[in-house]
């Protein structure tokens, strides 16, 4: 089962490669978070941009950005190794409580 949350660290809002993103796509990145846990969804490109609720160029748009940036991967699969969001990307990925951080 899917993990209905996730914890997003105010790093979030200092972090340069997040900064550098519109303010558009840092919407959409977490928007991104928010749908990858969700265990009911696919993360196929035209559901994504149905629920980011954007046209498929859009969403296209921004997925490259992500991609280059390495948020994503082609699949919109959150990668690791991305500082502002690894305890973010250790919830999602399932990985047991790794204490009170």
């Not at 035209?46 to 921004?62: H, N, P, T």
Request: hydrophobic share 45%; proline share 2%; aromatic share 10%.
């Amino acid at each position: 089962m899917a993990n209905q949350w996730f914890r997003l660290y105010s790093e979030f809002s200092h972090d340069p490669k997040v900064q550098m993103l519109s303010e558009v796509n840092q919407r959409r990145l977490i928007m991104l978070f928010c749908i990858r846990c969700n265990g009911n969804v696919t993360l196929q490109d035209e559901q994504v941009a149905f629920q980011l609720r954007i046209s498929m160029d859009e969403w296209l748009s921004s997925k490259a950005i992500f991609i280059d940036k390495n948020f994503i991967n082609n699949d919109n699969e959150v990668l690791i190794g991305i500082s502002v969001n690894l305890f973010l990307i250790l919830v999602l990925k399932g990985l047991p409580n790794i204490g009170n951080v």
